[in-house]
């Protein structure tokens, strides 16, 4: 049986740079950081409070020189996560602050309030304060 999700994996092409991208505009923590002799990185970041750690996970030292090439053709085309804030405006303007680019004002939907904004790769993220329908 099925306990939790633990990790989840993003393709970068330099750890440090999503490392720094994660952390200082974003928000993230950094969980683990180990290197092994064969220059592999073992790097995992998360959200304060929050169990689940996203590997950032530069495939160049792990894997073959082809199966490399394959994940890391993938960078930028990871399917869209949703973050939730209990203050959109506030976390919006936060993070335009930071140099995070949105592909669009926020928009009030009958869910609630969201924008979509990109990493430093690409990879489209949906900013989303739900409406509470209790």
């Not at 919006?92 to 930071?98: A, G, I, N, V």
């Amino acid at each position: 049986m099925l306990k939790k999700l633990a990790h989840v994996t993003l393709y970068v092409r330099d750890c440090e740079e999503a490392l720094c991208f994660y952390t200082e505009k974003l928000g993230f923590e950094k969980r683990m950081d180990s290197r092994m002799d064969n220059g592999s990185r073992w790097l995992t970041i998360g959200l304060p409070d929050q169990e689940l750690e996203i590997v950032l996970h530069d495939p160049t030292h792990w894997h073959s020189e082809e199966v490399a090439e394959q994940m890391l053709a993938q960078v930028g085309k990871n399917p869209m996560w949703v973050w939730e804030t209990d203050d959109f405006y506030a976390t919006y303007e936060t993070f335009r602050q930071k140099g995070v680019t949105f592909l669009g004002e926020p928009r009030d939907v009958m869910y609630g309030t969201e924008a979509v904004f990109t990493d430093l790769y690409g990879n489209q993220y949906l900013l989303l304060q739900a409406v509470s329908f209790a």
